[in-house]
């Protein structure tokens, strides 16, 4: 599905995003305020896990912006075809895989600094408890970039974890957390 949807800086600064028939992406403006959240904390990752993938977007602005690698997931075929055709002339170091992301946690988590995640608001269970998992495997100095939906949702933010931002864009809510 054709969109607004594009990438805000580097190496693909304008590059047009399809998105996912059934997914909800995350706006232009809101990632441009969250990537600059980033920048400003010094974060520059190594290896980065686009959790709930959707159309990419996050991972390949990641690609854009920084020499890293990054890692795709999804439990929906629609999503990881757009995932591609979205990578379509980008170079970089990365990987798309189908799969239902806590599956992955126990292949991936160990090793990545920096986790995209941005589960369906309606399934905000699932990030829940992706995070629950992931925090006893993420390794010291790990930052989840978590976004969900501002109102009726209470994160639970794991022990040896701190809260670094808690920042609200429309309905969205970004918090990010670093592990100690």
Avoid at 17 to 25: C, E, F, G, K
Avoid at 122 to 127: I, N, P, S
Avoid at 128 to 150: C, D, P, R, Y
């Amino acid at each position: 599905m054709n969109s607004n949807l594009q990438i805000i800086s580097g190496k693909w600064r304008g590059k047009k995003l399809s998105v996912p028939i059934d997914a909800r992406p995350t706006q232009n403006r809101a990632r441009i305020a969250l990537f600059n959240m980033i920048e400003s904390m010094g974060i520059k990752p190594g290896i980065v896990w686009d959790v709930f993938a959707g159309s990419g977007a996050f991972g390949i602005e990641c690609l854009s912006r920084y020499d890293a690698e990054v890692i795709f997931t999804d439990n929906s075929q629609d999503s990881i075809n757009t995932i591609k055709s979205n990578l379509k002339n980008i170079t970089g170091n990365f990987k798309v895989e189908k799969s239902e992301a806590i599956d992955f946690i126990k292949k991936y988590a160990a090793n990545a600094d920096l986790f995209f995640l941005d589960p369906p608001y309606e399934k905000d269970y699932l990030g829940k408890n992706f995070v629950q998992k992931l925090a006893i495997i993420a390794k010291s100095g790990a930052i989840i970039v978590w976004e969900m939906e501002n109102e009726n949702f209470h994160p639970i933010i794991p022990e040896n974890w701190s809260v670094l931002k808690d920042k609200k864009y429309g309905r969205a809510r970004f918090i990010i957390i670093k592990k100690a």
